[in-house]
């Protein structure tokens, strides 16, 4: 059964025995796609392709920060955005070049601004004038210049989850567009930065080109002003967002080739080198969760299929009403209607409402679709539940990225203090 949907539509042919992976990895566990994966970083740089010399393409490393999935992407040439200290040592140690990393995020610390620089990453993207005051600091006591953006906030609504919306002016990302020029001539006059770009990045799951188009243009006219005053930029970073299909029944997110011809055309006499960090598009539609049904439960005037995964291993469905589509493994004849839910004790663990499915039995293996991005890296151990295994399959092959913990392991990690233990 062909679970990995490829970015335009086509269904992969990869013969995943999900079956088998269930009996000997357990449940649930995710799955991912490499050929997928390379497909769709693909996809997005073959629609950049004609955005401007030399575009890089940096995987939004919070997708997914699995070091093979990390490491697959490296292999073929990707860079990577990183929001923290954590995620820069992944991308490194998946062999992603330093001068292929930006860095972004509204928090970034003096530890961890100084271990980038040392690392001599591409690009700082800093998002307030303070921000911009500390990395000049840590540059000066480092003997080092670090190259920098500043991320701009266009004050354009994203039309996206309000959760994962970030570009507009109550949000805390970037610093207001129209003051970006006193704040580089300030930057820049600290003589220890390289001001090299402008960076923007208005939310995630994007669905409309159009609010993307209205921020590129406002970037644009950023550009033009900051080279009248004397800044000579070489970079805009357009950040990522490209929404991906979950629901056959939603509208179908623009196509990363749509996205590279309103880029091209936009950014056509910018002269810069442009990034871009998908994330979603990349991993989503590359992975899976597996999950087996444990029992039926017949409730007033409801079922519920109550299964192995829970809200603590895919939060989207509680935290942002996400859907995703489940399927059966081994679809059974007949339909039920059912709530699926999982064993953790709250309501909001449920991931689906009156969903139609084929008939269901416990210990039937179903599937999340979608579930390669904002999965399993936002998993928790609530309700002292082991965090997830992630397999990644290719071809034939298939290996396990991430085993199973142990209870011992969970458990052992606290500490019990001295004096709770002695009394
Ligand atoms: C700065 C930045 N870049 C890139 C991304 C990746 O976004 P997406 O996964 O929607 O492509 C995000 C997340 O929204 C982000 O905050
Ligand atoms: N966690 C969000 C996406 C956040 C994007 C991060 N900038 C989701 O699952 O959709």
């Known amino acids: 059964m062909d679970f990995f949907q490829h970015r335009d539509g086509v269904l992969h042919a990869e013969d995943v025995d999900l079956e088998r992976l269930a009996e000997e990895i357990g449940t649930p566990f995710y799955c991912y796609s490499e050929a997928t994966l390379v ?21 939004a490393v919070k997708a997914n920060p699995n070091q093979a999935v990390i490491a697959c992407l490296a292999r073929e040439g990707a860079g990577a955005d990183v929001v923290s200290i954590g995620e820069l040592r992944r991308a490194l140690a998946a062999g992603v070049p330093a001068d292929r990393i930006v860095f972004s995020g509204v928090g970034k610390t003096r530890e961890e601004m100084a271990e980038a620089l040392a690392a001599d990453i591409l690009q700082f993207n800093l998002e307030s004038t303070s921000e911009a005051d500390m990395l000049a600091e840590v540059a000066r006591a480092a003997g080092r210049r670090p190259r920098a953006a500043f991320r701009v906030n266009p004050d354009v609504d994203a039309g996206t989850h309000a959760k994962i919306s970030t570009g507009r002016a109550e949000n805390k990302f970037g610093i207001p567009i129209d003051t970006a020029a006193q704040a580089f001539s300030a930057a820049a006059a600290s003589g220890d930065i390289d001001m090299v770009g402008v960076a923007v990045h208005i939310g995630s799951q994007l669905t409309d080109l159009s609010p993307l188009e209205a921020a590129f243009r406002r970037v644009g006219d950023l550009i033009g002003e900051l080279r009248a005053g004397g800044h000579d930029i070489r970079t805009a ?47 989503g539609n590359a992975g899976i969760l597996v999950s087996r049904v444990i029992r039926l439960k017949q409730g007033v005037g409801r079922c519920f299929v109550i299964i192995d995964a829970a809200m603590n291993d895919l939060m989207r469905p509680t935290l942002y009403d996400a859907y995703h589509g489940i399927e059966a493994v081994r679809p059974r004849g007949g339909e039920v209607v059912a709530d699926i839910v999982g064993p953790v004790c709250e309501t909001g663990d449920t991931f689906a409402r009156d969903r139609a499915l084929p008939r269901l039995e416990a210990g ?53 203090p001295d004096w709770i233990a002695k009394e």
């Open 364 to 416: 039937d293996l179903i599937v999340f679709r979608t579930a390669g991005a904002y999965s399993a890296t936002m998993a928790s151990t609530y309700n002292s539940r082991l965090l997830t295994p992630e397999v990644l399959v290719s071809g034939e092959r298939s290996a396990v990225i991430r085993p199973r913990r142990t209870y011992e392991d969970l458990i052992g990690q606290d500490r019990i």
């Open 39 to 59: 497909r769709h970083l693909n996809v997005f740089r073959e629609g950049v392709a004609s955005c401007g010399k030399d575009p890089l393409v940096a995987y």
């Open 237 to 283: 970073d357009l950040g990522g967002g490209l929404g991906i299909p979950y629901s056959p029944d939603s509208a179908e997110p623009p196509l990363p080739a749509d996205y590279g011809k309103m880029v091209a055309a936009i950014t056509e006499d910018w002269n810069v080198r442009l990034i871009f960090e998908p994330g979603r598009l990349i991993t």
